[in-house]
């Protein structure tokens, strides 16, 4: 990231919006792919030949991905 700044000759006072467009850019996927994957997982527990317990929602085994926190979690 430090090379593409000084590529581009971003100021200090630009780092803000540089951060949030690279943001933007690359944690879009990142989000969707985490949504999609909830939802098959609820639909594939919607049915019947499913042989697990039904889909279950934990805040915090959301919230670790999006914020980047996995590792630093007991999940895998």
Request: no cysteine; proline share 8%; aromatic share 16%.
């Amino acid at each position: 990231m430090p090379w593409s700044l000084d590529k581009i000759e971003y100021k200090l006072r630009d780092l803000g919006k540089f951060i949030a467009r690279h943001s933007l850019r690359i944690d879009s996927p990142y989000y969707i792919t985490i949504n999609l994957y909830i939802g098959i997982t609820f639909l594939m527990t919607l049915r019947p030949q499913y042989a697990v317990p039904l889909f279950h929602f934990e805040l915090n085994r959301l919230l670790l991905p999006l914020g980047y926190l996995i590792p630093l979690s007991e999940y895998t």
